[in-house]
């Protein structure tokens, strides 16, 4: 199991400047915490995606989500999160691809469609067979924010010839206060002095940790809200691995004022 990661990188492309609204009295050069912006996100649409649903596409409104089905599949796209996947029916052969130009062409679709390039992280693959017993591949792009792993985020898609054979996104824009966080923790976790002393304040068991951001994944729901006026929650925290759990990787995650942070089960 490799070491865990303690630091991130710079945020400086996370900073939103404006000389106007620079406080004076920080020192030169020290990001302020107010000019720190939203993070950037992705959501496919239907004139994004290259899922091809064939002909008499229509709308299909259903509680929490609107579908566009047509004769060989259907995009759907959640009212509540804006997270969307797509699938088509029957799906067509492979022709060839291998693994390493899918993840090529996956990539660079949906930059293409406008996922931020400098939040592609890691990128795994596994396979699908079509109705005639024909492999293909699925490439899943992790995201990463200035280095720091977002795990509830993902986009992945399985082309062939240049179409969709299915797909899923969930790349929800995070607010700035995630930002202010990443730049709080970085702080921490480089001075061994402060990160001694934020240690001291979490519950014993706990083995070095590493900076994760994270939201409510595609599943969750909010009580007592309507599904298009979800409010976005999303935090940069502390993962600390709980020790005697080894490779079962079971963390717990702590704000910057030591604080353990979890979304409520719905």
């Not at 299909?60 to 509540?80: C, I, K, N, R, Y």
């Not at 992790?142 to 986009?155: I, K, L, T, Y």
């Not at 759990?245 to 604080?259: A, F, I, V, W």
Request: hydrophobic share 40%; with cysteine; glycine share 10%.
């Amino acid at each position: 199991m490799s070491a865990p990661r303690q630091t991130v990188g710079s945020l400086a492309l996370l900073l939103a400047v404006s000389a106007a609204s620079t406080d004076c009295s920080s020192s030169p050069g020290s990001p302020q915490p107010s000019l720190l912006a939203p993070i950037p996100g992705f959501v496919q649409t239907l004139t994004t995606t290259k899922c091809g649903l064939g002909s008499g596409v229509h709308v299909v409104h259903l509680p929490g989500d609107t579908q566009w089905v047509g004769s060989e599949g259907f995009f759907d796209v959640d009212l509540a999160n804006q997270s969307a996947y797509c699938f088509t029916n029957p799906f067509r052969p492979l022709k060839g691809p291998s693994a390493p130009t899918e993840i090529a062409e996956v990539s660079q679709y949906f930059v293409g469609a406008g996922l931020p390039a400098s939040q592609i992280g890691p990128i795994s693959t596994s396979y699908s067979f079509d109705s005639s017993g024909e492999q293909y591949v699925n490439a899943k792009i992790e995201r990463v924010v200035d280095g720091v792993p977002v795990p509830e985020s993902s986009a992945w898609a399985g082309l062939v010839d240049g179409q969709s054979l299915g797909e899923g996104v969930y790349w929800p824009e995070l607010p700035a206060s995630v930002s202010r966080e990443l730049m709080e923790l970085e702080a921490i976790v480089t001075n061994p002095a402060r990160l001694a002393a934020f240690q001291a304040m979490l519950p014993a068991g706990l083995v070095t940790g590493s900076i994760v951001i994270h939201h409510r994944d595609a599943s969750q729901r909010v009580p007592g809200h309507p599904a298009d006026e979800v409010p976005i929650e999303a935090h940069a925290c502390y993962d600390a691995l709980i020790a005697g759990n080894g490779d079962l990787g079971l963390t717990e995650c702590y704000l910057p004022d030591g604080s353990m942070f979890t979304f409520p089960s719905f």
